[in-house]
């Protein structure tokens, strides 16, 4: 379907907002003025306007767990957001690995329930993605945009495993035939290759200790996502061009093979990797979350 | 044919130019001292030099008028270009909207026959890429360089509509049968997203403010351009990397899907997105488009 | 083969370092504060710790010599590293363009064994990553990571001509046919368009004052990348994203094309192009090399 056929499409009511030169103007007005009069360069924007304030549902992704998000979230109420960051299933302080996706998907729904969030930006992040996908599902009325950040975007009856290379699927594969709970223990070395590798040396390090097994089958597990695909919830996709988690490119990747298949998206690019901003430049990824969540 | 054949590849005169460490000197003397000595880092350039001065002639796209390159073309004034924006036909303050691909090509062939121009830097930006393609045909004897941005290059016999993902193609089918006079209106969600996504809420709208029906017939018009693919006319690209009206990769997009259609071009990556930077980043937008046209 | 299948992988031991707070902190500590109390923002890293001294052998690629390497070799010795830039057969001084892949791979291993160098991180540029293919081949044990910066990385079989486009590659054979000594010269308008594209028209002309005709040979020779294959040298990639030379996708390029056949690599992203930040940005590009060097 044609996701913006609705030819529906009025421009929002006239409003009112502080202009630098010390003049309240309206923008909508016919006898205003046009906007090449201001050409002003600051911080991104022609004319100041304050932050439109967001109810932020933060949702990791694998081999992490909520305080993914801390320093992410700190910045987002720094700048009056209200911010929530949801731990779900098999992660965190859960002992319990064997975790299936449903059971992750019902943390998060249940989590939203319970505290009867509305309005809610909700963002995934890399496994986080299909989880979201999966939430929207079930609390469609709740949620005002979905935001993906480098984050699985799955076809309806794929799993994450279906969008990994071979050799990668095959080392997954074997990591976890390793294991003695059916989890996946990322190794230093591909966990500072692809997930950290802008970080420093100490950073890695750092990082690779909050890192811990993850639960397998969850990554295995094909997806019914047709109700996701007729949702017609706004969406947005956050890619940051270092992150190599994934090829880019050639049948792979982030941006656009996955994020294509969100039909009309809004698109924000970043500098970054997979995990090394959230801890080294909180205000940037703070900031490219909230260019993909505003209206 | 191959574009670089000729063999004939002689070194500019010797020239002067100062040098910031006081001294002139001519850098294709034998007996010059190598660049090495100086790499000075400095506003990008390892030793100052004047800009070029060059006549530009801008021409915009689809859902714009030529005040689209108001900011840009202020810009480049300042810094002592010569700059035309001509509007062309079923665009700007023409109330006829029943035109054809051939009349738009005519407006500005005209245009630049009328002011009698040379040596131009012909701009295009969007659907102004199939214009200045056209254009080129015409008079290829006033034009130095072709410049794209983020612009349609297409095929010979092909059409703008060739070239967009079948469900934007299937959604312009039905925006134009939905109009009355054979146009195509962007509904806000769809330009808000795709055309202004590193916008801030606010300049999204005022941005609308300026968009109009665009006439549907140029866009599905399909183009003869074997005279433009035998032109020696230098040509460069200009990619934003956010700009995502068309999918980035997979067999879409504007670099490298079209760019690579004009055989040897200079290339030159913004981070913006489709529209946005005419108007809050004027001088970061004006100085890639110098930075494509210099010699 | 999966390069990380190993199962081996210790987080290294406890060390200290310095914490800007004026505490000595040992991050390995059950005991010690979690990172995310101090989520500091400066120069990307959000604890200060000093740089690790490293070895380097820059090998440039074609129309280079070993001059290319003059401001970023002096770059990296100012933060103490130890940097060579070895000269190879057919470029610099040596009147004999008659070379073969073998020789110059031949040139470079003879060096490192002469200076006995262990330990090093082995970069390659353009051309000079078939180059660095060859020489990790024959001198493994001396090398702690190879660094492929814009280079090629051919497949087992693969000569560089095999990469080029086809009307590139006819092209380079009919520049190749039209000298006397079996070289290729770039003529200007190609350097200046592919390898120079950033770059001021003044500092363009000054570069190609450094360009020789090229040894033609190497570029079409076949190579045997078995044993380069069967290597579990650590690999990074560093992909400056306005680099032209190759067309950026569909079946092309440095990155995801090549970079992708190293298997498990680190991905360094910047934004300059083939040539130009060698000389105007030499303290960018020497830090973007660092960071795909360090451990």
């Known amino acids: 379907m044609f996701p913006y056929q609705s030819g529906n499409y009025p421009i ?13 103007y309206n923008p909508y007005s016919d006898t205003g003025w046009p906007w090449w009069h ?6 991104g924007s022609y004319r100041y306007s304050p932050p439109q304030l967001l ?3 933060l949702v990791h992704g694998s081999w992490a767990d909520a305080h993914f998000w801390d320093g992410v979230a700190a910045e987002l109420r720094s700048q009056g957001h209200t911010v929530y960051t949801p731990e779900y299933a098999g992660h965190g302080s859960d002992p319990n690995k064997k975790v299936t996706h449903a059971m ?5 729904v249940d989590y939203i329930k319970q ?4 309005d809610i930006i909700l963002v995934g992040h890399s496994f986080g993605g299909t989880v979201i996908q999966k939430v929207a599902e079930q609390v469609p009325d709740r949620i005002k945009r979905l935001v993906f950040w480098d984050a699985f975007v799955l076809k309806d009856g794929e799993s994450v495993a279906d969008e990994l ?4 699927r095959q080392g997954f594969e074997q990591l976890r035939t390793m294991s003695k709970d059916d989890t996946i223990m990322l190794p230093f070395e591909l966990f500072r290759a692809l ?3 802008t970080a420093s040396t100490e950073d890695a390090k750092l990082f690779y200790k909050s890192v811990s097994p993850e639960p397998a089958k969850p990554l295995f597990e094909k997806l019914d996502l047709k109700a996701f695909y007729a949702l017609p919830t706004p969406k947005s996709y956050v890619y940051f061009y270092q992150d190599n988690v994934l090829p880019q490119g050639e049948g792979y990747g982030w941006n656009p093979h996955m994020s294509t298949r969100l039909g009309l998206f809004r698109l924000i690019v970043g500098d970054g990797d997979h995990f090394t901003d959230t801890r080294t430049r909180p205000a940037y990824l703070a900031l ?5 969540s505003r209206d």
């Open 288 to 292: 490219k979350i909230y260019e993909a």
């Open 55 to 57: 109810t932020f549902v």
């Open 38 to 43: 201001y050409p002003i360069e600051s911080k």
């Open 115 to 118: 505290l009867n969030l509305h």
């Open 165 to 168: 290379p071979p050799q990668t």
């Open 195 to 197: 997930f950290v590798n």
């Open 12 to 24: 929002p009511n006239p409003y009112y907002r502080f202009v630098s030169q010390g003049q309240y």
């Open 104 to 108: 992750i998907t019902k943390s998060v």
